[in-house]
């Protein structure tokens, strides 16, 4: 029997919000979609952009586009939910999302995407305090991500997505957002269900830049997302 997706909560990783990539070059020269009109913060159960495969039922005739860009609610809702505000569906444990009630439907339909964020921010080892967590190198996280299509009892079509996590390799008892290396972004959107899990594998946390906050950001700009500042601190030591 499959077990209830919301037994993951207590393991979750803390994340409280991500800013999404808002330079548009990063969704052209990688996925040749468009990448704008997203808010400059995403919460859980706001709305957020990821890039997928094009749905099938509404593929173009020719068939040449290998990515779009979709819009949905932060927070998957499942094909069995009878209303909108399913809760605690914002994250997906990756090593068992496969078999939970709540994504196993979205994991055997190939329903995987890509989220891209200059930034995600978590819980700080403090309560008053936060993690901004970047890529060293400036270029866009690439977060994991599965969607669904739900349909309301009112007919509307709602489309929502959940970010997959894995157990923190630094923190016990914690678990971090997936973050795709730019190689296997491609085959995370295209290889067959069976082989998707292999993808999800921790970062390089060399390749990562930690970086306390005491204070919620308005927005987070391209530039002071890009790289290490002088309190930054990278993560080898505590993981993303």
């Not at 890529?135 to 739900?150: F, M, S, T, V, Y």
């Amino acid at each position: 029997m499959c077990g209830r997706g919301r037994a993951r909560v207590e393991g979750a990783s803390m994340t409280v919000f991500y800013a999404p990539a808002r330079d548009a070059r990063h969704f052209q020269q990688r996925f040749q979609v468009s990448g704008d009109g997203h808010a400059a913060l995403v919460r859980p159960g706001d709305q957020g952009l990821f890039v997928r495969r094009p749905r099938a039922d509404r593929a173009s005739p020719a068939g040449t586009a290998r990515y779009e860009a979709a819009s949905g609610r932060w927070g998957l809702i499942p094909l069995f939910a009878k209303e909108r505000e399913y809760p605690d569906t914002f994250e997906a444990r990756g090593e068992s999302a496969a078999g939970e009630r709540d994504f196993y439907q979205p994991w055997k339909r190939g329903h995987r995407c890509v989220v891209l964020a200059d930034a995600l921010f978590r819980r700080g080892e403090q309560d008053h305090r936060f993690v901004q967590v970047t890529r060293a190198d400036g270029q866009p996280l690439a977060l994991a991500a599965l969607w669904n299509g739900w349909r309301s009892p009112q007919g509307e079509c709602i489309e929502s997505f959940a970010l997959l996590t894995l157990p923190s390799e630094e923190q016990r008892n914690e678990r971090r957002v997936v973050f795709l290396r730019d190689g296997w972004i491609d085959d995370w959107l295209h290889c067959p269900v069976e082989e998707a899990a292999a993808c999800l594998r921790p970062f390089d946390l060399e390749k990562l830049v930690r970086t306390p906050l005491n204070e919620v950001p308005r927005q987070v700009s391209p530039d002071s997302a890009a790289g290490p500042s002088s309190c930054a601190i990278a993560c080898g030591a505590s993981g993303s």
